[in-house]
Each structure stands twice: as C-alpha cells, then as structure tokens.
C-alpha cells in the first residue's frame, strides 16, 4: 500500500512550494525514523521543532487515542472540556490570562499582530497601527504575517503589502529606540531568531524592548512560536531571560506533531478581541487540545526542562568536537535544543550540503538560511540518540570536506 506512492509522486501531484527529502519516512518511534525501504534515520530535525517529545510519545499516543474515541470537534460555537483544559495550564503556567487557539504559528501571530491595532484603536487612537519587527524575522506565510516578517522574499510577489510596519535590526536597542514612537501599537521580537540563523536575543535588548513599548503605550509581542514549549529549556524563553511581553504567539511543539497554535494574553488587552471580532472554525479542537494538554503537561516535568539544559551541553560539546577535527563552523549557538552551526567563510552559504551528506549518512538536520545548520530534536532524546546521531554527523562532515577540499 504504501509503496505504490513514491517522491515521483510528489512531482506529479503537489503544488511545486516544496522541495521535500529523496525518502518517505513511514514510521516513527521517540527520535528514530524508518523510511518506504524499511531504512532507520535519526531525527535531529524534529518536524522543524514540532515534535517536542519525539515521535508517537506513548503518554500522548494515549490522550490522542482517549480523545478519538470520546469528541473530535464541535466548533467554536460550543467550547470542549480538553481546550479549557490546556488553557487552564497556560494561564496557570504563564504570564497569561486569556488564550486563544487556532491552527498554526501564522494564525497565532496574525491574531496577535490583529489584537495590537484593534486594542490601540480602542484605547488611543486609529493612526496608531504601526508594527515594528526586526530584519531576518520569521512570523509565518500569511500576507500579513509575511510582510511582518523580516526577510522580503518571503513578501515577494503577493502584493500590494499591507501598510503600517517597520523593520529594524536583530540586537540593536538604538535602532529599536529611533524607530518607536506614539505611533507604534507593537514590537514583535522572537527570544531566539529561528529560521533567521538560530540568533539569540540579548538580555539587555529584551529589556529595552520591554521599556521601551511600556513608554509609548505599545504592547510587546514575543512570538514563540519556535522557542516555546521547553524549547529552551524552560516552559517559554521568556522566563528564561525574564522578560515579560504583553502577548505571546505559541504553535510548533506545542502540539507536539498535532496542529495547534495559541495566542497568550492579559486579561485587559484579551478584552479586544469581543466576541465576534476574531475566529477559526478548528481552533481549540478537542483532540489537538487533548495532545497539546499532555504536550504541556510533560514537558513542565522539571526533569524534562532540565534534561533540555544537560543535552544542550552534549550537543554543543559534540558539534564542538566535530568542528575541532574538520574546522567548518565559525560558531555553534542557541538555547537549549534549538541549536545552530554556523559554517565558517569557506562554506558560506552551503548549509544545505551539511543537510543533504547528513541525508545519505541517514541523518534528519535542518538548515536556518544559508549558512546555518540547525539541530532541533525531541526534547527527551536519549543521550544515546545523540550520540549515534552526532556520529553520523561527523560522518556527514567529512563527506562535505573530502568534496570540498581535495
Ligand atoms: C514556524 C514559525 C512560524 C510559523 O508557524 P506556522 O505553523 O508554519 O504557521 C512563525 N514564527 C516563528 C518564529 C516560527 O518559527
């Protein structure tokens, strides 16, 4: 049965927006993958940091199973026991007081970027719609959050763009500080630039974000969508650099491999969105509910989120050693398990080979930009998955280096 589909198929009938691995992975368990062949990869990619507990993680396996068998949807026009659930964890868990859910990071940021203008046109005034954002950003593929996002190819092509927003360097407080005014009704930052190149944010800049929106009356957005979820090493990466934003965009490993994205807020900002200003047929489904419940609920196990810190430390020691030996990566940064190998001058913009030897050494890794390669595996990998895991892709870093440098 499965083997009657094939990568030809992909060509012959998928929209060409994607260029997807020479395998089909069929079977999954914890951070190991079986391809069509019955060949084992291991999973450094994570599902591009969704699968926050591996693949068919046996405690969440059974709150879907549980869920299939009770309530899948009702819609919004009933609200469900497991979507409550998990916003009683959030709010319990965060800053936050109010949740919204829908589908997808893009959704979450969209509903974010949408309650900023709609709460400054409630509380100041209309002329006060303008986002700023940071250059080399990723907020999702919707035309709104496209053009918020800072990278412009992304933004190519659809538009006329919608209006109102700026973009300003990654790290840099005066720029941040010339760019705001009374004008401005958000600052989105991500903690950790994800698809921009793994970059994490200084301290002092998510400070003075936060100061400097609390001076001019703009609510501070944090979209974590990619570093949520323990990501870090702590439940949100805004705990981890204690910085508290006035909304938060959540969806990759919240669901953990199930389609969720939730949007955190104040109780007063949350006030906004009144009824019918805002909504999505699925949002808050009972069964993404029900995983993205049991999602939060292990991976705030205080031995999950410190298990994220000690296996940071073992990635980077090993990525460290790979680099002492081959000299290929001018540096290897992140926070937790959202890791990224920069590759030194003489690989500049050749991540993607990393990528592709890492494929034939049966190995999944991500690449952030050109000249990243990015590591975001389950948050309870074993060491032991780590360490086969970087052996192949020492392997894979040779084959690029005997390529290159004969
Ligand atoms: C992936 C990502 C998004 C978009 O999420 P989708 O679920 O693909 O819509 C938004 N922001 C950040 C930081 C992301 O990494």
Request: with cysteine.
């Amino acid at each position: 049965m499965s083997n009657t589909v094939t990568r030809d198929t992909f060509d012959q009938v998928m929209v060409p927006n994607y260029s997807p691995a020479g395998f089909i992975p069929v079977k999954a368990e914890g951070s190991r993958v079986w391809d069509q062949q019955g060949r084992e990869f291991i999973d450094l990619a994570g599902g591009i940091a969704v699968n926050s507990l591996g693949h068919c993680h046996p405690e969440v396996v059974a709150a879907l199973t549980e869920q299939a068998g009770k309530l899948w949807h009702v819609s919004n026009v009933f609200t469900n026991e497991p979507a409550l659930q998990l916003a009683s964890a959030l709010v319990e868990k965060t800053f936050a007081e109010r949740v919204f859910f829908c589908n997808s990071g893009a959704e979450a940021n969209e509903a974010a970027f949408k309650l900023a203008r709609k709460y400054a046109a409630d509380h100041y005034s209309a002329d006060k719609y303008e986002i700023i954002s940071c250059t080399n950003s990723f907020h999702g593929r919707t035309v709104f959050t496209v053009n918020v996002g800072g990278q412009p190819k992304y933004a190519e092509g659809f538009g006329p763009n919608p209006a109102g927003i700026t973009h300003v360097p990654f790290n840099d407080i005066d720029a941040l500080k010339a760019a705001i005014s009374d004008k401005t009704c958000a600052v989105v930052i991500e903690p950790v630039q994800g698809e921009g190149g793994v970059l994490p944010a200084d301290p002092a800049y998510l400070q003075a974000a936060r100061e400097l929106c609390t001076a001019h009356n703009a609510l501070l957005v944090f979209d974590e969508v990619q570093t949520g979820v323990g990501r870090t090493g702590s439940l949100y990466a805004y705990q981890e650099y204690g910085v508290t934003p006035d909304i938060l965009s959540s969806a990759k490993g919240l669901g953990g491999g199930f389609p969720i994205g939730a949007m955190l807020t104040t109780a007063a900002i949350a006030k906004s969105l009144a009824v019918g200003t805002h909504g999505t047929t699925y949002g808050g489904n009972p069964l993404a509910s029900a995983v993205a419940g049991k999602v939060v609920e292990i991976v705030s196990r205080p031995e999950v989120l410190a298990g994220v810190r000690a296996k940071h430390q073992r990635f980077v020691d090993g990525l460290n050693a790979i680099n002492a030996k081959y000299n290929v990566f001018k540096e290897v940064r992140g926070m937790g398990l959202l890791i990224g190998a920069v590759v030194s001058d003489e690989f500049a913009g050749r991540a993607r080979d990393f990528l592709k030897a890492a494929e034939a050494e049966q190995l999944m890794v991500l690449v952030a930009g050109l000249s990243v390669v990015r590591f975001a595996p389950s948050l309870v990998i074993a060491e032991q998955d780590i360490d086969d895991g970087l052996a192949r892709f020492d392997a894979a870093v040779a084959a690029v280096v005997a390529a290159s440098r004969h």
